[in-house]
């Protein structure tokens, strides 16, 4: 079947409205979600799970929402990794404090707990913009930092911030071998992409979009610029937040606050412009390259030095890969702004055509 | 003009100074809109009109005067207020969101009707979803009144200056406003985009009884399509009348031909 | 009483630091609009360099003199720095003219890890030292005033003395010179500048080499203070709330901020630190810089900014 949509025609703004018009993408991501769930356990082993699977997963959850605020909302954020961290600890003390608490309650109430600290760090975007609203992420960035690993109480009197989780379990299900902790983080993942996607094509994804083309616009039809950067702010910490904690009492098991600092928050932002700013489907390519590009480089660098007679050591991989990372950022934002999906679009656009061009 | 009837005075502006640091760009200007009624401001470059548009609906806010808005007295308008209160308004260099398709910029207009919460909106069902679709069909009325059909999922970046300056209407007009603030609807705009957009006013301002402020160069349009003209020089008003009036103001026409100065 | 004078000058010397890394901030975007957060990888690039050159240099060359290896390793670095300010202009803002400022940000926050990896794939990720014969003992001073008088290092005060210098011979660049006139200019409006005849790459790469001029010095006094390594790249994290306070197109602001910064966290450091378990000099300052920012978002000495429509 070829890529077209000529023949579908939509007789109500139901349909016209819909998360994808065309009736491929429909399928097609419906397909990969189907295959996400059943396919892929067959396919992988533990060390997929582990290494890529999870955290391109979790990473993706994050990127959605940095996504959210710097590319839909236009808000500058050098904090992310902060409300992974508020999201991670958040959770813990929830999990640990409150008798009976479930996994799952533990995790979205430290969301709600990422969300309510970026309602307060989300203040000065009322104030000011760009660069110095970028400081201003960076002050929560650095405050929470220091505050898990100074302050006892949020880590259970543990010392250096170090805090772990046990016998994860979630509606009855054991969440400890890879593939549950896979299947996990992917059914949430689904939920909030769906969610994303639906905020996004709302009015309140409009407004963000209003406050991020011409603020002064949006103000004068109505759009109060404090409810939009604020709410932008929330969800996009929820997310995060989520994320965190997913990312702690998951991926991780036992972490420290330096799993979440300034170099994490850096690396969120370069998912979203690498994948897309302002795009859901490039917050997932943005992850998945992230994830992929430094055990790409551990694995290809070696081989390539070898093949011209030259030892590749471990530290030369890894500065050549904040080389490349650095290099690439640059490139995408000469090149291609829109990042990775906007190649993807251009590319789909191609295909409805083909084979005729013109 | 046709079956419309101006009413009572609905906007009232009364002694406004506005003024940027030691900067004057309005001193003591007074004028009123009718209901129903098309009012240009006129003047040239630099006399303060948008300054004049931007203290109606709230972006700067006057030293001194009173706006009177339906009766009720203000010292100054907020913008969201004025949103609320029906007041809209397009730019002088088009102010769209250009991100975003010709559909959302103007499903934009419709925010403040649309009064669902976030999470039925992230969950895209009952309420939120129904007003989406509630909204949509008046956005494309509007569609089709601006005739701009064809363009309605086109990126607003990519359109030409003239349906540019339509869309920007358009979104406008979505507030269902009372009062329509249009600020040079018509610059850059060849002959027959004129006249299209002379046309769309009027009939505006004749189907859905907007009252309408305008500021324009053009003088043969200004002449032709306002009920009362006010003109402005070097932020102080010079003139307020009937277009014929206007045109005979001797002030009017020094400040015009650069007699004075 | 001598105790908060010493932890005030303490205060005062590394608040010259930040000044001086602050100093590269506003002088790139004074001239170019561009905020260049790699600044502080460029402190650490300009300092590797400079301790590895000093170090190669007297086998390369059989020099025997610490003070010509020094004076040499100086030039090659200086040299290395403009090609660094060619190359960035060459491969990255060149292409990046007229973008706004937030998209400019990231492509420096790519340049910051390129150099970073760049660096260090050259000059190596160990602790370095830099010496330029820098006096390290300490003198006391104002033994009339305090009983037991006031510790301070020599080296402090020469440190601060080159920053002076620079900062006063920047005023003067800045403020006298064509070049000078031009690099305001160009920052004023990219296009209006080019439309008057003034060369952008060429005022950029100019711009950029005085950056790492600046970034030299800050890693030489740095350095020779504290030793060569990695973590020398996160002072640009540490000079970000300076330009903010100093407002990003002031250079007497970078100063100004510069001290502030460095004066009010050794004092909270010092006197509120213990209360809530130390280390809060970092969040301090960006709190400082934060709550500034919300009651005069232009900084102390930046220009106001008025938004038209």
């Known amino acids: 079947m070829l890529y077209r949509e000529n023949g579908q025609f939509k007789t109500t703004y139901q349909a016209d409205q819909q998360i994808f018009p065309i009736a ?117 960035q650095f405050f929470w ?39 996990f983080c992917l059914s949430v993942l689904v939920v909030f992409g769906l969610a994303a996607k639906n905020m996004v094509r709302a009015t309140i994804g409009r407004q963000w979009m209003a406050i991020r083309d011409m603020d002064v616009a949006a103000a004068v039809i109505g759009i109060r610029p404090m409810y939009a950067k604020l709410t932008a702010f929330a969800v996009s910490s929820f997310y995060v937040g989520v994320a965190g904690a997913l990312w702690g009492f998951v991926h991780l098991g036992s972490w420290e606050p330096a799993a979440f600092s300034v170099d994490r928050s850096f690396q969120l932002l370069f998912m979203v412009i690498i994948g897309g700013l302002g795009s859901i489907m490039g917050s997932f390519f943005g992850a998945a390259f992230i994830v992929i590009l430094p055990i790409f480089l551990n694995q290809f660098l070696p081989v390539l030095g070898a093949l011209f007679g030259m030892e590749i050591s471990t530290a030369t991989v890894s500065h050549a890969e904040i080389t490349i990372f650095g290099a690439l950022i640059v490139f995408f934002l000469i090149v291609e702004p829109h990042g990775l999906a906007r190649l993807w679009s251009t590319g789909k656009e191609k295909l409805r055509l083909w084979p005729f061009p013109h | 003009m046709s079956g419309r009837k101006i009413g009572d005075v609905i906007l009232d502006l009364k002694n406004i100074s506005l003024s940027f640091g030691g900067v004057k760009a309005l001193t003591d200007i007074s004028f009123d809109v009718r209901e129903h009624e098309v009012r240009a401001i006129i003047g040239p470059n630099g006399a303060g009109k948008s300054s004049m548009l931007n203290v109606i609906n709230g972006v700067y806010h006057p030293q001194e005067g009173e706006i009177i808005f339906r009766g009720q007295h203000r010292r100054d308008m907020d913008t969201h207020e004025a949103a609320e209160q029906g007041i809209a308004r397009t730019f002088q260099n088009i102010a769209l969101f250009k991100g975003m398709s010709v559909l959302d910029n103007i499903m934009t207009g419709r925010n403040l009707r649309m009064k669902s919460n976030l999470f039925l909106q992230a969950l895209w069902i009952g309420p939120a979803q129904r007003e989406e679709l509630e909204h949509r069909k008046k956005v494309e009325e509007i569609i089709d009144f601006l005739e701009i059909q064809h363009i309605r999922k086109t990126p607003v970046g990519r359109l030409p200056y003239g349906l540019q300056k339509r869309v920007d209407l358009a979104r406008a007009l979505a507030m269902e406003p009372e009062v329509l603030l249009l600020d040079e609807p018509m610059a850059g705009m060849n002959v027959e985009e004129k006249q299209d957009m002379c046309r769309f006013i009027l009939d505006v301002n004749d189907q859905f009884g907007t009252t309408i402020v305008l500021i324009e160069h053009d003088m043969g349009v200004v002449m032709d399509i306002s009920d009362r003209v006010v003109v402005l020089d070097y932020g102080k008003k010079i003139g307020d009348g009937v277009p014929d009036e206007v045109r005979a103001n001797p002030e009017v026409i020094s400040a015009y031909l650069g007699a004075s100065h | 009483m001598s105790f908060f004078i010493e932890t005030l000058l303490g205060g005062l010397m590394t608040g010259m630091l930040y000044a001086l890394v602050a100093l590269g901030f506003v002088l790139i975007y004074k001239a170019s609009g561009v905020f260049n957060f790699a600044q502080g990888a460029m402190v650490l690039f300009a300092a590797l360099a400079m301790a590895r050159f000093s170090e190669w240099i007297p086998g390369w060359l059989g020099i025997e003199s610490l003070f010509l290896a020094n004076l040499i390793a100086i030039v090659l670095t200086v040299v290395v720095m403009f090609v660094v300010a060619w190359l960035v202009e060459r491969l990255a803002l060149r292409h990046l003219v007229n973008q706004n400022e937030a998209t400019l940000l990231m492509a420096t926050l790519g340049i910051t890890y390129v150099l970073d990896g760049v660096g260090q794939t050259i000059f190596g990720s160990d602790i370095y030292k830099i010496d330029v014969g820098m ?122 901020g510069g001290l502030i910064i460095g004066v009010g966290e050794k004092l909270s450091e010092v006197y509120l630190g213990h209360y809530v378990g130390g280390g809060i000099e970092i969040w301090f300052a960006y709190m400082l810089a934060l709550v500034f920012l919300l009651f005069r978002p232009q900084g102390l000495f930046g220009e106001k900014i008025i938004d038209r429509v």
């Open chain 1, 24 to 140: 491929q993408d429909r399928w097609g991501v419906l397909l990969l979600i189907a295959f996400a769930f059943v396919g892929v356990p067959f396919l992988v082993d533990e060390y997929m799970f582990r290494a890529i699977l999870i955290p391109f997963l979790i990473l993706s959850l994050a990127s959605l929402g940095v996504n959210l605020l710097v590319g839909y909302c236009g808000q500058i954020t050098l904090g992310a990794g902060a409300f992974m961290a508020v999201g991670a600890y958040a959770g813990y003390n929830f999990l640990i404090r409150v008798p009976e608490m479930p996994v799952l309650g533990a995790i979205l109430l430290g969301g709600a707990t990422a969300a309510a600290v970026g309602i307060v760090f989300g203040v000065p975007s009322l104030r000011v913009r760009g660069l110095y609203l970028a400081v201003a992420t960076l002050a929560a």
């Open chain 1, 145 to 183: 930092d220091w505050a898990f690993l100074r302050i006892k109480w949020f880590t259970n009197d543990s010392p250096s911030g170090n805090v772990s989780v046990s016998n994860l379990n979630v509606m009855g299900f054991e969440i400890s071998s890879p593939l549950s902790k896979y299947i």
């Open chain 3, 135 to 256: 006096p390290k003992d300490p003198v006391i001073m104002l033994e009339s005033m305090f009983e037991g008088g006031v510790l301070i290092n020599k080296e402090d005060f020469i440190a601060a003395a080159i920053a002076a210098i620079l900062v006063a011979a920047l005023t003067l660049f800045f403020q006298k010179t064509p070049t000078g006139r031009a690099l305001r200019a160009v920052a004023d409006d990219h296009q209006a500048a080019l439309s008057v005849g003034i060369p952008l790459d060429r005022i950029w790469v100019i711009v950029w080499c005085v950056a790492g001029i600046t970034a030299l010095v800050a890693g030489i006094i740095w350095g020779s203070k504290l030793g060569v390594q990695f973590s020398l790249s996160t002072v640009a994290l540490r000079a970000l709330p300076v330009v903010i306070l100093g407002g990003l197109t002031s250079v007497p602001g970078a100063i100004i």
